[in-house]
């Protein structure tokens, strides 16, 4: 945490910079902050021999500090978009091992092909209904702050 917070200030400054080399440092800047999270996170992990991955124990982290203000998300917004956006490459090392167990597919392919679709489908189903019931709430406080202005402009 003490690497994000002499990060983060700097990031600050170089978002107000628009120019290629100002975009760049703000990318990286932030991208190494959310590492630095998840590295703090996964030595934690690591040394208390927690059950839990040190990059759920990082998530969890980033979530709170985002919820409470320890963060703003302006702060690791375009960190984390790099990082999504490219993300396929981050799986090619793992396409390349599994191309080295060609026996495993062979005798289990039938298996591991319904796992890997199970699981899709279950993250589908996740993510529809958490982005469902974001929206519900979404427009129940916008509704919320709509009333409350029409009520202070009336009384």
């Known amino acids: ?5 002499a990060i983060l200030p700097f990031s600050k400054f170089v978002t107000r910079t628009r120019a290629p080399l100002g975009r760049f440092m703000r990318i990286a800047l932030q991208s190494a902050a959310l590492a630095g999270i998840w590295l703090v996170a996964d030595l934690a ?4 021999h927690l059950p839990v991955p040190g990059g759920v ?13 320890g963060i703003a998300p302006r702060w690791v917004k375009a960190g984390a978009d790099w990082l999504l956006t490219d993300m396929l490459l981050f ?26 679709v199970f699981g899709t489908l279950m993250v589908m189903i996740a993510v529809a209904f958490a982005v469902e019931q974001a929206s519900k709430l979404e427009r129940r406080l916008q509704l919320r702050r709509i009333s409350s202005a029409r009520q202070a402009a009336r009384g």
């Open 45 to 48: 992990a690591r040394t208390f």
């Open 91 to 116: 799986f090619i090392p793992a396409a390349v091992a599994a191309v080295q167990y060609g026996g495993l597919f062979r005798e289990d392919g039938w298996r591991l092909a319904l796992v890997v």
């Open 57 to 69: 124990i990082g998530l969890l982290a980033l979530l709170a500090l985002l919820f409470c203000g």
């Open 1 to 5: 945490m003490i690497v994000l917070a």
